[in-house]
């Protein structure tokens, strides 16, 4: 389960990137952003490797 999490989060961040990047999508990037760090932290806070 914490492998998944940790899956979704760089998926996220990666789509978050392209968004910031190649178009203005409004504030659904951001959302995207704000939920791979949450995925992230939550990951950290379980005392989990990152990588």
């Not at 990137?17 to 951001?30: D, L």
């Not at 939920?35 to 990951?43: D, M, T």
């Amino acid at each position: 389960m914490g492998n998944l999490l940790y899956v979704v989060a760089v998926i996220l961040i990666i789509a978050w990137a392209i968004g910031f990047i190649g178009y203005s999508a409004g504030g659904i990037i951001h959302i995207l952003l704000v939920i791979a760090l949450i995925a992230i932290i939550l990951r950290i806070i379980q005392g989990r490797k990152i990588l």
